[in-house]
């Protein structure tokens, strides 16, 4: 079976500088894989790359069958993924529901998606009416969690997931994790909360340097204990 | 099928640019106060007793306009900047050319509503009498949507830099000559009730608008990602 991520020797810039440096990767469908290593390491860089948002500049590197090596293969992978970053891509001035439904909408999904999302994630009822720019931290990074699904992308990409969450929104995502990749989407997850994401992945690999390295189960879970 | 993808993705931007503009409140809060604060500047530096608010009023209204539209521009695409929101655009599978219709149409909605209050303003400030409606209002419309299509176009292309506040005015003001141009004689002609006189002015702009939503849907997706 064709691996859903495909990357081999992949070189991305950022700028002039290899923020990916020859990575070799491949994801199967269905997966969950953990990618960690130090700040600086290029987590974020790889899962912007898969999302092509960043052009790759050497090597292999196939994403749900488009080559990202192309432009118009970048932009068409993009309508597949959802990114989850660092920044929460929500209008302050707009409801948690305008919110949810815009990207809902843009992305080609219905307003019953959007408010199936936002239940998920219990942003609904009355939070749905609040102004984003009056929630807390962790109710943005789960408004901005609902507008990823509610998509119902084929590929997630998570860049540290569980930042900002109680532990009650921490296990609300895993589940959301277990349940995609169960239904057969693919989950990229860059994380430095070790011990909760190691528990959650299929697959864990560690970035250093800008290229991939072997990442024993049993290595990672103990640099966690 | 593709027209009807693009004209979709510009609802689905527009509907989204002139929800946030009716939750903030900037555009009748602050941009229309600003605008309206211009004509009065203006009517405190030239004396209204010596004639020459009321043979300026073309110009000034036009003026007016064009700040005011900076500001409406600036905002709509600092909001983009802000937050990711860009990648969130990028990622979300629209079609560039309806983004940029959305949100050229959305800045183009409201500074017909801006036009409309200094149309007011002026008439109430300066004692214009407007005399050639129609001519009036083809005016605005067609200046307006050259204003908002290269707006759009120049504020997609400084929405990426740091300098995007200072550097949109720099580089849309000299661009927008023609339009000011156009629209003065266009809106003289029709305060002295000579409408013969402002159509010619009115093909100027029908051209500028022209070019710029035809480049616009044109180059808006490489701007985008390059920005």
Not at chain 1, 32 to 47: D, E, F, Q, W, Y
Not at chain 1, 141 to 164: F, K, N, V
């Amino acid at each position: 079976m064709e691996p859903v991520v495909h990357f081999r020797a992949a070189v991305s810039l950022l700028g002039r500088f290899p923020a990916l440096a020859g990575v070799d990767l491949d994801v199967q469908r269905g997966s969950i894989a953990l990618v960690h290593g130090p700040n600086g390491a290029g987590k974020t860089t790889l899962l912007r790359t898969c999302a092509g948002l960043v052009p790759v500049v050497d090597g292999e590197a196939v994403v749900l069958g488009h080559d990202l090596r192309q432009a118009a293969d970048r932009r068409a992978v993009r309508r597949r993924v959802g990114l989850l970053s660092h920044a929460t891509c929500l209008y302050d001035d707009l409801t948690v529901a305008d919110n949810v439904r815009f990207w809902a909408r843009a992305c080609g999904a219905t307003i019953a998606e959007a408010d199936a999302a936002m239940s998920a994630l219990g942003v609904d009822g009355r939070l749905a009416d609040v102004s984003v720019a009056k929630l807390s931290a962790g109710q943005r990074r789960r408004t901005s969690i609902a507008a990823m699904i509610a998509r119902r992308p084929e590929l997630w990409l998570l860049d540290e997931p569980h930042a900002g969450l109680d532990a009650a929104a921490r296990d609300v995502v895993d589940g959301l994790v277990r349940a995609a990749a169960a239904a057969g989407a693919t989950v990229v997850i860059a994380s430095h909360e070790l011990d909760r994401a190691t528990a959650l992945a299929t697959d864990v690999v560690r970035l250093a340097g800008g290229t991939v390295m072997p990442a024993p189960r049993e290595e990672v879970t103990a640099g966690v204990s | 099928m593709f027209h009807d993808t693009v004209l979709h993705d510009a609802g689905v931007i527009a509907g989204k640019d002139l929800r946030l503009e009716w939750r903030s409140r900037v555009t009748t809060n602050q941009i229309a106060p600003f605008a309206l604060l211009v004509l009065i500047l203006f009517a405190f530096a030239l004396d209204p007793d010596r004639g020459i608010l009321t043979r300026a009023t073309a110009g000034l209204f036009w003026v007016a306009v064009l700040f005011s539209g900076l500001l409406a521009l600036q905002r709509t695409f600092a909001i983009e900047a802000a937050d990711g929101n860009r990648d969130g655009l990028r990622l979300s599978g629209l079609d560039p050319a309806g983004i940029f219709l959305g949100k050229a149409g959305a800045v183009a909605l409201e500074l017909l509503v801006l036009e409309i209050v200094l149309g007011a303003g002026v008439a109430l400030m300066y004692g214009t009498i407007f005399r050639s409606w129609l001519l009036l209002v083809v005016t605005c419309l067609v200046a307006t949507t050259g204003v908002a299509a290269a707006g759009s176009l120049y504020g997609v292309l400084a929405a990426g830099l740091r300098v995007r506040e200072t550097l949109l005015p720099l580089l849309l003001l000299p661009i927008l000559a023609p339009v000011l141009l156009g629209a003065t004689r266009s809106f003289e002609a029709a305060l002295a009730g000579v409408p013969s006189d402002g159509w010619p002015w009115v093909e100027l702009l029908a051209a500028f608008a022209v070019i710029y939503v035809a480049f616009g849907v044109l180059a808006f997706g490489s701007l985008l990602e390059e920005a």
